[in-house]
């Protein structure tokens, strides 16, 4: 297995060892502190807000003894049109490593291309890796073996259920997406699913049928307005109306189900009971970003 170097822009370039292995460097050091970023340098661009993904990784950082610089994508020449070629170009000369949260998968895309250093994805509007890696971890500290959960995932075929069913369909785990007809996961998304599940024997279903909650050992769900979707709220809050994560959903769930959510969690997705009630895993999920992004920046810089 050899991380170094490596640009970590979706899961699917990477194989299940390689996942697993992610997840356990950061469950064995957990809280250890190190100095082998020491006179390492760490960019951060950031194209959208963040609250986590962005402190969690400038954690991270610090306590592996290295820099971080936040930059604010309208603050940098990018917002006058310099190109994502010459932009990569140039932090390639001063950074060690780039994590990056953008609008447009391309765009970060094009960004690695011309990197010469490891490109971290921080959200796209494809794909949101980071996150996976750390909600699999919570899921194995809290259920177990991942093999025997069923993952349920209430929302639309965004960037958190894109990585969730790619990482699924890779380490051959029952995962389903429950979501309004219109809101499934893109096809191109959903074609390297099926092709991975082949080999890994993975169960992904998506349905528009919330009685797919039955049996589930983890229900997920994220906002149902992603960053970049707010001229299309008003639709999407009616199209999703009959899904928000209540105890009437969640009734046929296995009784120790645990409830997640990647945050920010609006007041539309889940009730107050359930967010803060005693299923609910959503801080030890939180703080596991911290973890894992420790764990990425270890073995790919
Ligand atoms: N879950 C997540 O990525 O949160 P932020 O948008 O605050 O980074
Ligand atoms: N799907 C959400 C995730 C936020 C972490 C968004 O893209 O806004």
Known sequence: MNFKGRHLLSLKDFTREEILKIIETSIKEKYKIEDILKGKTIG???????????????????????????????EL???????????????SRYLNGLVARLFKHEDLLEIAEYSKI??????????HPCQILGDLQTIIEKKGDLKKQKIVFIGDGNNVSNSLLIASSILGLKTSLICPKGYETPAHVLNIVKNNARVSN?????????????????????????MGQ????????????????????VKKAAPDYIFMHC????????????????????WDQAENRLHVQKAILKLLI
Do not use: C
């Not at 400038?58 to 309208?74: K, T």
């Not at 020449?77 to 932090?91: F, G, I, N, P, Y």
């Not at 999407?236 to 959903?249: I, N, P, Q, S, W």
């Open 44 to 74: 951060l661009l950031f194209q959208k807000p963040s609250t986590r993904t962005r402190i969690s990784f400038e954690v991270a950082v610090n306590q592996l003894g290295g820099r971080s610089i936040y930059m604010n994508w309208s």
């Open 77 to 91: 020449q990018l917002s006058r049109k310099e190109s994502l070629k010459d932009t990569a170009m140039v932090l």
């Open 118 to 127: 490891p490109v971290i994805n921080g959200l796209t509007d494809l794909y």
């Open 202 to 226: 993975a169960k992904i279903t998506i349905t528009n049928d919330l009685s797919e909650v039955e049996g589930a050992t983890v229900i997920y769900t994220d906002v149902w307005v992603s």
């Open 230 to 249: 707010e001229e299309e709220a008003s639709k999407r809050l009616r199209d999703f109306a009959d899904y928000k994560v209540t105890e009437d959903v």
């Open 263 to 282: 945050l920010p969690r609006t007041e539309h997705e889940v009730s107050d009971n359930i967010f803060y009630g005693e299923h609910s895993v959503v």
